[in-house]
């Protein structure tokens, strides 16, 4: 199955060959800033599966090591980059229902307010990977 997306005016699109092998959503500081929503959500997909198909992107280094782009024209939020791993925002998929969001993380970041009632597992700072290995 062929998974695409891109920003909201359409110049920058991408796809991918295979489904995010996994997805998290993200309520840290840095996110809400970029998106400008109250918490965010990243989706990988697995190694060399991602491939731009057209527009470029343009990108900030948003902290040491952590590159994140958008567009340049629209400034929807497309990707995070660390640590030679890309990571997709979810909600710029073209179907982003089809997603199956494993966790929360950065959660000691969430806004109060906001109540989780999903049922899926909370971690107060960074995690990668399937099944929710923390980062250090
Ligand atoms: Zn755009
Ligand atoms: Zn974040």
């Known amino acids: 199955m062929e998974w695409t997306g891109g920003c909201l005016c359409g110049s920058v699109r991408y796809r991918a060959d295979d489904a995010p092998h996994w997805a998290s959503y993200c309520h840290c500081g840095m996110c809400r800033k970029i ?10 997909f697995p190694a060399g599966t991602f491939e731009w198909l ?37 909600g710029s998929l073209d179907f982003p229902e089809q997603v199956v969001v494993e966790r929360h993380c950065y959660t000691k970041s969430r806004l109060p307010g906001i109540e989780l009632t999903d049922g899926l597992p909370q971690f107060p700072g960074p995690v990668g990977g399937k099944g929710g290995r923390p980062i250090d």
Request: charged share 15%; with cysteine.
């Open 54 to 90: 057209q527009g470029d992107a343009s990108q900030y280094r948003s902290s040491d090591g952590v590159t994140r782009r958008f567009c340049g024209t629209c400034g929807s939020s497309l990707t995070f980059e660390a640590g030679g791993m890309s990571f997709i925002s979810l």
């Open 35 to 44: 998106s400008g929503a109250p918490f965010t959500g990243f989706v990988e």
